[in-house]
């Protein structure tokens, strides 16, 4: 069954610098305060009313975790431990930087009931690391995945396609080897310009050219297409929309509030356009969870086929996985992937 996730936003907290891109306030919407013993417990009462017998995990995200005191983290994870030894919690995770992991340290925080950690690794091109002021390097993130997953938790990813540097055969590369690195999930977030930050100063004086939204679904369907071939889910692609994440907060780059449904939505686009020649009437099954991102946004898987002269209509068939369309066209019925029946170059992005 699926877990629930319980968010604390430790917005900055712990951070030995501001990334050049960074402002977590604006991306959680939290004001950077940590939360105390009984904030966190109230709300975990809270979520579990509402979480109908799901398990419960709790996520300390948007800061450095490992970073902060061991007072404030023990004092963070202390008021999980009962509810972790009555079951009523079922893990921890949290989000932290690469090079702020030890074995030592990584040992003691699965003794607290973390299973979890998530590396902000953003590049493993150095010299984009360099660029965006990580202050950490690629070995920095091999390393900590390595040992996250020597002590049996679970290592995450988080990458950032479009920094200052960048180019799509550099996020590729570092897709791969994060993957290679044994990295269990990844997160996409393509780089955009936050106002207030060093990057849109940057870019206010043209030392900076973010992604555009167009060039960003573009690199993130070819990645995201890479990482369902490895097998590697993609838990989320782009940042996600809030009270402090708006049109006013975002100066330019690659965002949308759907931008992981314009991805997919491109995908099973690409496939359909791939096998259905113009002029065609086709229905199209997909499984039911992706209706949606078949469908399009308003409409616009759609449009786009009636667009290249092909009349096409959508259903649900729950016997197909999520990754794969049946084409029905006049008396033939082919089931296809997009997993593996197109093929992207990173040149075309
Ligand atoms: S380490 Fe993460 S949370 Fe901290 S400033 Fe950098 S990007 Fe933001």
Sequence with gaps: MKLVTVPFF????????????????????????????????????????????RSLEIA?????????????????????QPLLEAGTLDSVRISTRPDCIDSGHVAWLADMGVRTIELGVQSMDDTVLAASGRGHSAAESLDAISCIKSLGLRAGAQLMPG?????PSSSLASLEQVISAGADFIRIYPTVVLQGTELARRYAVGDFTPLSLGRGVSLCKLLLQRAMQAGIPVIRIGLQADEGLNAESILAGCWHPALGQLVRSQLYADLVSRFVPPGQQVTVYCHPARLSDVVGLKRSGLQSQTERGVSMRVAPDVTLTREELKVETEGLSIIYSIINDINYSIHEV
Excluded: M, V
Aim: with cysteine.
């Design 10 to 53: 430790i917005s900055h907290q712990g951070c030995p610098h501001t990334c050049i891109f960074c402002d977590q306030r604006a991306i959680s919407g939290a004001n950077g305060t940590l939360p105390t013993a009984g904030q966190i417990t109230a709300k975990i009462d809270l979520w579990r009313s509402a979480a109908g017998g």
């Design 60 to 80: 300390f995200f948007g800061g450095t975790f490992t970073a902060l005191s061991q007072k404030i983290q023990e004092e963070l994870l202390a008021p999980l």
């Design 163 to 167: 920094l200052p540097g960048d180019t």
